[in-house]
């Protein structure tokens, strides 16, 4: 799993790719002389909250209420109010992907495609039982597709209020500890991956009341 990691990120979203784009090129104008676009992904979402496996992704999200009391640091904690964010790019190898059956690609990801329901008993090596959140610790995912017909997979958002559980889940997807591999990882492949440092809207206000006055 490459590490690519740039001083910062900057995650836009919009109601339509106009605004994005505008706010984009607001965002390099402004930062123009202090920072230079490092990478560059474009995403979209896929048929609402599919992924482009063709199954249902975040099944075992956090309402956003319950989020702030997972993936936030609790106060009196440095960046208190502020979290985590693991960013990876998964490329997709979708021909070898889709030319398996239903049943098998259940396997690979330890669900049913249909409902997403867990698969009981899930294979040791699926998706599932390699980022099982009842055992490294509850994340925020937002994932989001990317890229074109013939060049395309998933960005990894993840959040938590540490290092610690995104760590060891990409530790389990690798085998490190046990030896069984991820299942998915046969068709689909990290090609970039860095840790952030996202802090509270109170600290990003901070920030900018001190740079309008320098």
Avoid: C
Wanted: no cysteine.
């Amino acid at each position: 799993m490459p590490a690519t990691q740039h001083d910062a990120v900057l995650w836009i979203s919009g109601s339509s790719y106009d605004v994005v784009f505008d706010v984009a090129r607001a965002a390099i104008a402004a930062l123009r002389g202090r920072a230079t676009v490092g990478e560059e992904t474009s995403s979209w979402p896929y048929h609402h909250d599919l992924d482009l496996t063709g199954f249902i992704d975040g099944t075992e999200n956090p309402t956003l209420f319950e989020a702030l009391q997972i993936v936030a640091v609790p106060e009196g904690r440095p960046g208190a109010g502020g979290s985590t964010l693991l960013l990876q790019k998964w490329t997709h190898d979708a021909t070898t992907w889709e030319s398996l059956g239903v049943q098998m690609q259940e396997h690979v990801i330890g669900r049913r495609k249909l409902d997403s329901v867990e698969l009981d008993p899930k294979p040791a090596d699926s998706h599932v039982a390699s980022t099982d959140q009842d055992i490294f610790g509850k994340i925020l995912r937002r994932n989001m597709p990317y890229g074109t017909v013939t060049d395309h997979g998933t960005m990894f958002v993840g959040f938590a209020a540490s290092r610690t559980p995104l760590q060891t889940m990409l530790e389990s997807m690798a085998g490190l500890k046990t030896g069984v591999r991820d299942a998915l990882t046969r068709y689909t492949r990290p090609v970039s991956g860095a840790y952030y440092s996202v802090p509270s809207i109170e600290s990003l206000a901070s920030l900018a009341a001190d740079a309008f006055i320098d």
